[in-house]
């Protein structure tokens, strides 16, 4: 493996202007960026979150390459910019999604000879961009590995003592496969809810009436609609499997209550109550 000294991040949204911000604070990296909108890029340097622009003349400089990018755009980026990446330079992706990315990047890699690892780091804010991003951002949060076949474990150990270096609390390491049917259920499902949940009508009036159960189940509904249609069609297959069982649920326990039927509806509550308790939360 390389020795890394030059981190390339392309796109300074929440996730890739955090690292920038956290790369910058808490590491000696030297940090290239490019952006879409060039003013982002100028407050990012003028905040010193970022050393330099990175353009096509420099980018062969990265050791690494950091794609803060959908996945369809950073599949497409990588083909367009490759014969100008260093030999043997790491890439990596911060997607939601692994199995379009991880199945897609190998042969790309292969025909520059660059590495590719797909990770998934598991912070975010409901407001993105980078003028809520922050260095902090992944203290204590989650940083998911999922190797190709091509991935080294001396690329994997790095990555887990990089992720711990900006503040992560803990790494797994994963299939892509795994990863996408258990984010299905923690971070999908969620948002296809709370966005299912705010199109009651009954939203619009919800102020003087609305606590925390509101906060807690409506809190994820403001969400990129660009990025998670793209997300949710990658993993179609595990998140309708979520979504069939969630319908099935919700279905019983309606059914219950249209029925006027308490002993089923007590049975059916006390079935996710025991799931918590089991759980420990």
């Known amino acids: 493996m390389n020795e890394i000294k030059n981190i390339a991040i392309i796109g300074l949204g929440l996730i890739g202007g955090s690292l920038a911000k956290a790369i910058t604070e808490r590491t000696g990296y030297h940090v290239m960026a490019r952006n879409r909108t060039r003013g982002t890029l100028l407050q990012a340097i003028d905040e010193g979150a970022v050393h330099e622009e990175l353009t096509d003349g420099n980018i062969g400089q ?11 755009e950073a599949v497409e980026y990588m083909e367009s910019i490759g014969d100008r990446i260093k030999k043997g330079a790491l ?11 991880c199945q897609k990047m190998p042969p790309i890699a292969a025909k520059y000879g660059f590495v590719f690892v797909g990770t998934h780091p598991m912070a975010g804010k409901e407001k993105g ?29 790095w990555l887990k003592q990089f992720s711990a270096d900006l503040g992560f609390g803990m790494h797994v390491v994963c299939s892509p496969e795994e990863h ?7 971070s999908q499902l969620p948002h296809v809810l709370a966005n299912a949940y705010v199109q009651s009508p009954q939203c619009l009036n919800h102020k003087g009436f609305s606590a925390g159960s509101y906060r807690d189940v409506s809190r994820v509904a403001r969400l990129n609609e660009h990025l998670w249609a793209e997300l949710f069609l990658q993993n179609a297959d595990a998140l309708t499997q979520e979504l069939d069982l969630l319908i099935k649920n919700i279905t019983e326990m309606c059914d219950a209550i249209k029925a006027d039927d308490r ?13 918590k308790e089991e759980l420990g939360e």
């Open 62 to 72: 990265a050791d690494m390459i950091i794609l803060g990018l959908y996945p369809e």
């Open 91 to 101: 890439v990596i992706d911060v997607s939601g999604i692994k199995r379009y990315i």
């Open 129 to 157: 961009g980078f003028s809520n991003s922050e260095a902090g951002l992944f203290k204590g949060a989650s940083f998911i590995i999922t190797p190709t076949d091509d991935s080294s474990a001396e690329q994997v150990e």
């Open 180 to 186: 996408d049917r258990m984010i299905a259920f923690t």
């Open 263 to 275: 002993e089923s509806l007590e049975k059916i509550l006390g079935r996710g109550r025991m799931v």
